[in-house]
């Protein structure tokens, strides 16, 4: 990509920017690769798996040439793992922990995983099937990564299952929220198709709580899996913030893999609000959109940043300008209506506050205007309070409470899993932590079931 | 899913993966492990006279820097009491009984110390007896192994004195230190042998360490050959299973041995006319685990080809090894390099060039790009290039069409002397 803009820019070279960035291995690097790792005994990548694949073993498979028993390793342990390939923050899992790290260089776990689930993907392979119907019936509300999970461990455990998706296609955020150039959204739909092959039942377009009565769900099912993740982008709070050219980053993100792509970003100006992971796809979406200039504010500094160190390189290889201790005060319009400036202050770190965070104050007297054509926040995600109400359950502040052990809500009826229970302390909102939580969850439910079922015969 | 139970002259398994008579299968403990990881068979560790082994033992061939190419040991047979590995595979037998339980032996080659080892095995539940007449070191210089195995005459008669009193199949394992191997597979076979299996290790010395001058491995600054086994051999073995198996004399199930790794070395050696194989050195290195890709890659394999039985495949590839004497001289294949794909090392120019027909030439493009072609009509097929190039698919080994009608050299020699009969 580089820096070089130019002030026009064809649909076509747009779509190509939104390519899967990073090739996949050739057959002769996967072979190179494969048979450098140790095979380690109880390595300690498979640890370091949230979902706990057996490392090791798919990768011999892959140096035996068994693609499509390695391809069933990684997805028998991680439902969204052709996913997962790409978007892991792996230097911080399953690569940091390998123990060439320690002597030469660690095995591009990822990278291979991505090479055995190509293959089954290319192959039109389908790796598992259901288990012996066992009569009893799972909703599952929500199909991203916790979802699916629950939903194929499920259905494998014999239970009828049935998801429902607010959206017109399966696959949550990793269908509508990563990016293209790093997830291709034929991907996660593959791994949707796998689920649906075991039987389950997808129904989509229809939005619990407002298409559905959440008390229909609970009345009708003998379990309910709650896996609906978070929600928009909260508002800033500032002035100018219903101003056209503002966006929510999610929603923005998802505007690039639903409808086509649009012109009106190149040469503009953009700044992107916050730090996070959401914020750098959000600017790295705008670079690619043909945007001239593209700002990253944040009122932290870089140290405190939530964004991985290889998103930020990302970022700063397309050309993404960071601006540390900054943060908006007021966006301002033009007579139309249209974003202009952006007036921010500097920020300064002050006392720690309750998450033992430094807190950022203003500086009395720094404000300074940035003159942009767009906003995008990407300060966090709201929850879905509407829905977790009308289930009635138990939460702090938009984060179902559950019992880490059975996976139950407030309600025993009731599961929860991924983003929807993410915050508090425990878990990381990952695509593999939500999905680990999914498979959790089927066998809490598969344990509690089981054991009415002996307790009531 | 296929069917991978296999039947070995009787013996039956879950699937056609054993481990060899070596270190893994040691003791009960070792032998139960394997098991539970999914290995379908196992032959203990020879037992005998319990021995006296040296440390150190073992010594690897790295080849590049990659691990245990090939494997080299000086370790004897068993060093456990006979009573103790017998209890142990009662026990192992009661917890595991539909996994093949084999007794390797090896004993004086005297009749009623054969007869007296038989009974005692077979007393507590094996499921088939191999005769070890093929460890290359320190068994041979008391007469046994493969000193008794370099001799067919003592095969013979060993193997005939072991089935006047074996009821369970009696494999008898072969010796690769021996210049054709038909020969003691034939002396095993008219001895009464149920099957034959090879290879067991084969004459080595894994180095010299050019600083100590000290053999490696050495004990106490002296070293004696060993037994050479691992990937390396696997050629070698192959061979020697396929020589068998094309033997109208060896009429017996072979169960093939040697530098096995993989599903695909399987594979190769069921349809050379193998049976089963057994496998020591890579479970050596890497622990039982590795039978998981074995059998899943297998399964895969046969899935793939539609394939419901590994029975199906054993031998398919046999009629295809024969003689030189049989190969068409007519037959003729020459390189062609895609140049779209070469990385232009240059390396099968000049292996052409130092080494072969002098026909790979470098030319320069219109564009003033250095490329490489083959002078077809001096490229002899040999295939040295397409060996040493580093890039799948640069060189293509291309079949011509027949300038002459497919003639043998064997057709050939008799073409020519049915013309001196008649002048
Ligand atoms: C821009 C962005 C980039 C990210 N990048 C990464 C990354 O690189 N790596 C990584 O590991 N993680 C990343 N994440 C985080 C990751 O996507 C989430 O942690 C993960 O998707 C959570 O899975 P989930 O199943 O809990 O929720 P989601 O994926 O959010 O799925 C929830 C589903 O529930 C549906 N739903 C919601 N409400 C209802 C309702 N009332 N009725 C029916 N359906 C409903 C939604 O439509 C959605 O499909 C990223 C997140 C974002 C926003
Ligand atoms: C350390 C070691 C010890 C062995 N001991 C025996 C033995 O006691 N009896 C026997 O029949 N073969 C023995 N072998 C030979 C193996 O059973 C096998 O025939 C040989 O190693 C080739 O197979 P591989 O390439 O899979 O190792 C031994 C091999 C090794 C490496
Ligand atoms: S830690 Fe590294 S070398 Fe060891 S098994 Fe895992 S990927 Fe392979
Ligand atoms: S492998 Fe075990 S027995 Fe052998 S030298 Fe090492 S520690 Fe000792
Ligand atoms: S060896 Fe292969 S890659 Fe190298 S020059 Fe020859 S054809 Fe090209």
Redo the contacts between chains.
Sequence with gaps: MGTKKSAFISLTELARNFQEVKAGLT??EARDES?RCL?C?DAPCIQACPTGINIP?FI??I????L??SA?TIMEANPVGASCSRVCPTEELCEGACVLNHSTKPIRIGDLQRYATDWAIKNEQSLFKPGEKNGRRVAIIGSGPAGLSAGRELARLGYEVTIFEAKDKAGGLNTYGIVSFRLPQEVPLWEVKQVEQLGVEMITNVRVGADIEAHEITENFDAVVLAIGMGKVPMLGIEGEDLAGVHDAIEFVEATKTADLKEGLVGKRVAVIGAGNTAIDAATCSVRLGAANVKILYRRTQEEMTAYDFEYDFAKQDGVEFRWLTAPKRIIGDEKGNVKQLECWRMELGEPGADGRRRPMPVEGSEFILEVDAVVKAIGQTRHLDVIEAFGLEHHRGIVKVNLETCQTSNPKIYAAGDVIFGDGHGEAMVVTAAQQGKDTAYAIHKQLTKAGIESA | MADLRSNLAGIESPNPFWLASAPPTNSGYQVQRAFEAGWGGAVWKTLGEPIINTTSRFAAVSFNGQRVAGFNNIELITDRPLHVNLKEIYETKKRFPDHAIIASLMVEPKREKWHDIVKRVEDVGVDGLELNFGCPHGMAERGMGAASGQQPDLVEAQTMWVKEVAETPVIVKLTPNITDITVTARAAVRGGADAVSMINTINSLAGVDIDTWNTIPHVAGKGAHGGYCGPAVKPIALNMVAECARNPDVHVPISGIGGISNWKDTVEFLLMGATNVQVATAAMHHGFSIVEDMIDGLNSYLDEKGISSVREIVGKSVEKYSDWGNLDLNYRVVARINNDVCINCNKCHISCEDASHQCIERLIDANGEPYLQVREEDCVGCNLCSIVCPVDGAIDMVELPYEKPPMTWNERQMAISRLTNQS
């Design positions: 057959p002769a048979n095979y005994y073993s011999k498979k140096a035996s040439g068994n499509k028993g069933r």
